[in-house]
């Protein structure tokens, strides 16, 4: 796999215990569902991550930016 983004959603979901798997996978579920009915939803999503996060490097969090 070469996507650095997906990769690290990867290595963030392998660190979490089984019922935080269970509900992050609802969640994606729940979200690509909505996706399909609801465009706003997708334009508030873009809004909530496009605040700047301040300056980042490689070694932070390409999803959040915290280090």
């Given amino acids: 796999m070469n996507n ?3 990769l690290c959603v990867l290595k963030g979901y392998l660190e979490l215990n ?3 798997k269970e509900e992050f996978i609802k969640e994606i579920n ?3 569902r909505e996706l399909h009915y609801d465009t706003l939803l ?5 809004k ?3 605040h700047n996060l301040g ?3 490689d ?3 390409l999803c959040c930016g915290k280090g």
């Fill in 4 to 6: 650095k983004r997906v």
């Fill in 30 to 32: 729940k979200t690509r």
């Fill in 59 to 61: 070694t932070n969090c």
């Fill in 42 to 46: 997708l334009e508030r999503i873009q």
């Fill in 18 to 20: 089984d019922e935080e």
């Fill in 48 to 50: 909530a991550f496009s």
């Fill in 55 to 57: 300056p980042t490097n």
